[in-house]
């Protein structure tokens, strides 16, 4: 099986007669995409048509179910990876109403469905593909998310999706956690929601909360600040996020949203500085000490008095 050919891969996973070997094909798919090589659209078109379709026809009731779907998403993460590909997949889901969109999100809505809060970790190192079959969905996201078609999606406000993104920040799985941060970091590049993304979405405390470790904050510390912030800082049990990239991309959704002077005055009143300075004391990895360094600048520098403090568009419509 290890020589079939990309136009083998697509035809048995279309083919119903090889169903049974539904998970080996994907396997050899994922690798297939992970090594970046070309693909003709029309193929790259037929793989997202696969892997869209997967997860409605195989329900994850049997642990080979759970397991194809995960490498499915993975899949799919892999061929989203160049922007090009990503803006192929976006491009071939319209239009809006179209089947195919449907189930674009209802993969979404399944990733989104999951609650961290509820995780249940029994052993050192998890089988996360059973534990959480829809891990990998975040990467696409993430992937989507670098245009401002696949932004729209996300930052769609009927959907509920920002906030829901934000809450995956809890997951202990790694994966799950690197593809919300990393969707929520490249929603921040478009400057006009950050407004909303912060008063209505609310998505601050869920990007802090993992840089908050055990050790409490002042009385002053804590004037403006989220109580959630300062009652896990005071917790003895409250880690740092572990993963030292993911914890570089929380601080650059920090560096983004501080892009303008009125974001910046509201940051300083919500006291993310005293968050930051904890977090100095902590850390010793340099990269994260660097994009640190930014986010102090930002904070605690010298504004130039002629630099407008905009205001909040969403209290003015108030």
Known sequence: MNELSIDDIIGG????????????????????LAEGENIEDSKLKLIFN???TI?????????????????????????TVKEESAMLLLEHLEPEESKLTKQFHFIIKKYLQYNPQAEIIEEE????????EWQHVGSVLCNVCQSEKGRKIILNTSTGYIERI??????????????AVGSL?????????????????????????????????????????DPVLWM??????????PDFGIM??????????????????????????????????????????????EVVNFLIGDEDPSTPIDTNPLQISN
């Open 13 to 32: 996973l279309g083919n119903q007669q090889f169903a049974q070997q539904r998970l080996p094909l994907l396997e050899l798919l994922t690798n297939y």
């Open 50 to 52: 696969l892997l869209l």
């Open 55 to 79: 997860p409605i026809i195989v329900p994850p009731t049997t642990n080979e179910g759970k397991k194809i779907i995960s490498i499915t998403m993975s899949a799919l993460s892999n061929a």
């Open 125 to 132: 190192t998890p089988d996360w593909d059973l534990l959480d």
């Open 166 to 179: 934000a809450v995956q920040i809890r997951s202990a799985n790694v994966v799950r956690r690197r593809g």
């Open 185 to 225: 970091r490249s929603c921040l590049f478009d400057q006009d929601c950050h407004w909303w993304m912060l008063y209505e979405s609310k998505v601050l405390t869920p990007i802090l909360l993992p840089l908050v470790d055990a050790n409490p904050f002042t009385e002053k510390d804590i004037e403006g600040m």
């Open 232 to 241: 896990q800082a005071a917790n003895p049990d409250k880690k740092l996020e």
């Open 248 to 293: 570089r991309m929380l601080l650059e959704c920090i560096i983004l949203l501080c892009q303008r002077r009125g974001l910046r005055e509201e940051l300083r009143k919500r006291k993310v500085y005293p968050v930051m300075r904890n977090l100095d004391i902590k850390i010793e990895d340099e990269g994260v000490s660097e994009v640190l360094y």
